[in-house]
T-cell receptor
Framework: EAGVAQSPRYKIIEKRQSVAFWCNPI?????LYWYQQILGQGPKLLIQ????????DSQLPKDRFSAERLKGVDSTLKIQPAKLEDSAVYLCASSQTRRTGEKLFFGSGTQLSVL | LAKTTQPISMDSYEGQEVNITCSHNNIATNDYITWYQQFPSQGPRFIIQ???TKVTNEVASLFIPADRKSSTLSLPRVSLSDTAVYYC?????????????FGAGTQVVVTP
């Protein structure tokens, strides 16, 4: 079974530039998550989709971050403009349902460095 | 939601058993306890989940006392490849994952 695919693996940009991350979840998984993980901390949920609808984006900095999952499969997360504090690993995860009892399957993440 | 507390770090030697205790004093009746493992440069990976008593799989055991105010993840005979961060999460199956928070986790370092 293929896992969660993410790209790019690494990205280096200057502050005020824009960047986009792509995620392809496990086939058949209705729920997709984007997490931000700052060095030394646990992952922090940014946004959660159920199919192509947003379930929770309460921790997404909406003035600069946006995400979409138009056809209920792939998803993109965008930052525009980036700030120094956005340097982190951005993890995508998926699960069959959105219940906490379901296993989360994570991708390897995109490591973003903002200079 | 139940707040969890776990040690920041633990050191062990190869072949030893590692036990990581997570405190969750205000766990609710419907809450499950789930542990994830994260290796460097990878996303977290599900290890084990339980509700009460003991759960065992090919990777670990999870011990939950009757009052469920804590739980212990047990890694038998660890190897160097068990060096990772381990996260304890507590939440109800009816909740959305968006309500749960990964803490800082426990960094386990295994040395020869």
């Amino acid at each position: 079974e293929a896992g969660v695919a993410q790209s790019p693996r690494y990205k280096i940009i200057e502050k005020r530039q824009s960047v986009a991350f792509w995620c392809n979840p496990i086939s058949g998984h209705a729920t997709l998550y984007w997490y931000q993980q700052i060095l030394g901390q646990g992952p922090k949920l940014l946004i959660q989709f159920q199919n192509n609808g947003v379930v929770d984006d309460s921790q997404l900095p909406k003035d600069r971050f946006s995400a979409e999952r138009l056809k209920g499969v792939d998803s993109t997360l965008k930052i525009q403009p980036a700030k120094l504090e956005d340097s982190a690993v951005y993890l995508c995860a998926s699960s069959q349902t959105r219940r906490t009892g379901e296993k989360l399957f994570f991708g390897s993440g995109t490591q973003l460095s903002v200079l | 939601l139940a707040k969890t507390t776990q040690p920041i770090s633990m050191d062990s030697y190869e072949g030893q058993e590692v036990n990581i205790t997570c405190s969750h004093n205000n766990i609710a009746t419907n809450d499950y306890i789930t542990w994830y493992q994260q290796f460097p440069s990878q996303g977290p990976r599900f290890i084990i989940q339980g509700y009460k008593t003991k759960v065992t799989n090919e990777v670990a055991s999870l011990f939950i006392p009757a009052d469920r105010k804590s739980s212990t993840l047990s890694l038998p005979r660890v190897s160097l490849s068990d060096t990772a961060v381990y996260y304890c999460l507590v939440g109800a199956s009816t909740d959305s994952w968006g309500k749960l928070q990964f803490g800082a986790g426990t960094q386990v370092v295994v040395t020869p």
